[in-house]
């Protein structure tokens, strides 16, 4: 049975969007691609990302064309199965040639299904309501946090509201040029 990987790109102070809903600060850390051999690593365990609706479509605006000799993780998430848990999307295209499975219905449902159809990773990228949604039926097995050198003071969490107290435990933290770290939990079940 896979196993669900959750990352997100957060600021030092815990946001994944700013108040507004951006996610202009990953700008403002230069270092956001000096994890690419931890994300390879990464992604070679993986068989499948997993996508809420918004985060295809910023995925899909930019990666189906990204040049792996310039960004090394291109490749594997080409290569990589794709599904967007969406109820509005009529079509997910990835690039001229591909496109993503749209999953419908409950969210929950569609990540559990996906679990039993693979033996590697999901990965799930931002995506917050369909992370949400898996933090909140304990469908989490691994959080990464990349953590840049900003603060926000105020956003949007990458934990959803009231979920409570959720133990994890440390299995790696990693330091990276430009003060960018990246810490991975397994979630205690």
Do not use: H
Not at 69 to 97: C, M, Q, Y
């Amino acid at each position: 049975m896979g196993k669900v990987v959750v990352e997100q790109i957060v600021s030092a102070d815990g946001y994944a969007e700013d108040a507004e809903g951006g996610i202009g600060f990953f700008g403002n850390a230069k270092s956001v691609n000096e994890v690419d051999a931890a994300q390879l690593r990464m992604l070679s365990k993986a068989s499948a990302i997993v996508f809420g609706g918004k985060t295809y479509r910023m995925f899909a605006a930019y990666w189906p064309s990204a040049d792996p000799a310039v960004e090394p993780v291109a490749a594997p998430i080409r290569d990589l199965p794709k599904f967007v848990v969406s109820s509005t999307l009529e079509a997910a295209p990835w690039g001229p040639n591909d496109a993503a499975q749209i999953l419908r219905g409950d969210a929950v449902s569609a990540v559990r299904a996906l679990r039993e159809q693979f033996s590697g990773s999901l990965v799930v990228w931002g995506s917050l309501t369909l992370t949400d949604a898996l933090f909140s039926a304990g469908e989490v097995d691994t959080l990464r946090l990349r953590v840049l050198p900003v603060l926000l003071g105020g956003g949007r969490s990458f934990a959803p509201p009231n979920l409570g107290l959720r133990p994890l435990t440390l299995t790696s933290a990693e330091t990276f040029p430009g003060n960018l770290f990246v810490l991975e939990y397994n979630c205690v079940r």
